[in-house]
């Protein structure tokens, strides 16, 4: 079976072509980055336009790139939420023409099992039940993975996502956008004790939830305070910021795994990509001993092979999505009740 993904939910144009959920045809990404990185973020208005000119020819590529025509693809995968409304509808809108088109089945996938789906197109993925940890510009969270699209929610951000926190930190310190990057570049020469930073609702009895509003106020005082440091003082403030991030989420995926009973970890979303998060988890699990899936860092960010991936589990199911289906910008991942 392949699947076409089609992927808009924020700043990336996205489309690929995925044979049974597991081989990559191609997958082509155009980015925003430039649209963007004046303004030191996402621009919703601009991101939906650039969207608009930029879908058919990345759809083109990916059928040219996979050696595919329209009449040999058995079905189509959609992003419909979460995300921004104005860029989620392109792909939404243009995913519901081709099938309405070719007659071909629809279906529309959480962004977020997406991002989870990434996994399974590398060699080895995780075995059901496993932890994951999704870490991204707009979403931070803990869930448990029963099965293919069937994700129970432990824990979420109550404010600001790790790569929110991120990128918000870099603009504040004026290393432009995306600034997560920037800063896992300049902390490889930083100490990371160098400055005292707070932990977030690190604490056992915060549960699974994050918070990271309170760092980024903390990195502003201290800016304000005493100005936006350079050379070895920035490496070492970008170090003690990132390491106040990196020490929250792997102590919190630590403690819900072994409360879990879970042997195998994924971490997926942009923020997977950072190179001190993959370094600690992967210390982490060889102390606790827990197995570390982590995507490569193409796959870590908004692409539409994990679409197509995770699509083609819906569409074995049986299960098809109207022309009706629409976008929606808050769509969360079902969530245990705390009494469960």
């Not at 003690?240 to 879970?262: F, H």
């Not at 993959?278 to 570390?292: I, K, M, P, S, Y």
Request: charged share 20%.
């Amino acid at each position: 079976m392949i699947v076409l993904g089609l992927e808009s939910s924020c700043d990336e144009t996205a489309a690929a072509l995925v044979e049974d959920g597991r081989r990559v045809l191609a997958d082509v990404v155009a980015s925003q980055h430039e649209v963007h990185a004046r303004y030191g973020g996402v621009v919703p208005e601009l991101a939906s336009r650039a969207h608009v000119v930029n879908v058919v020819p990345v759809l083109r590529t990916a059928l040219e790139r996979a050696g595919v025509g329209l009449d040999q693809i058995d079905g189509v995968a959609v992003t419909c939420g979460p995300g921004l409304i104005g860029a989620l509808l392109v792909a939404v809108q243009t995913g519901k023409a081709l099938a309405w088109a070719r007659g071909l089945p629809l279906v529309g996938v959480h962004h977020l099992e997406g991002h989870l789906a990434a996994v399974y197109l590398e060699p080895e993925p995780p075995p059901m039940p496993h932890l994951a940890l999704i870490v991204s510009g707009g979403h931070t969270a803990l869930a448990r993975v029963e099965d293919h699209g069937q994700v129970v929610e432990l824990g979420r951000t109550r404010d600001d996502a790790a790569g929110e926190a991120f990128d918000k930190g870099a603009k504040l310190l004026g290393l432009g956008y995306p600034g997560g990057a920037v800063i896992d570049r300049l902390a490889r020469t930083g100490d990371p004790r160098a400055v005292e930073l707070p932990r977030g609702m690190i604490a056992r009895s915060a549960g699974d939830d994050f918070s990271f509003s309170g760092l980024k106020t903390a990195l502003l005082h201290h800016v304000r305070a005493r100005g936006v440091p350079e050379g070895q003082a920035l490496a070492d403030l970008c170090a003690s910021y990132q390491a106040a991030i990196v020490d929250v989420l792997v102590a919190k995926t630590r403690r819900a795994a072994r409360r879990e009973g879970l042997d195998h970890v994924q971490v997926c979303g942009g923020v997977a990509a950072n190179g001190a998060l993959r370094a600690a988890l992967r210390a982490a699990g060889a102390e606790d001993g827990l197995t570390v899936h982590v995507p490569p860092p193409a796959r870590c960010t908004d692409n539409a092979a994990m679409i197509a991936a995770a699509g083609y589990h819906r569409l074995r199911r049986g299960e098809r999505a109207g022309l009706d289906l629409n976008a929606t910008a808050t769509l969360p991942l079902p969530r245990r009740s705390a009494h469960a």
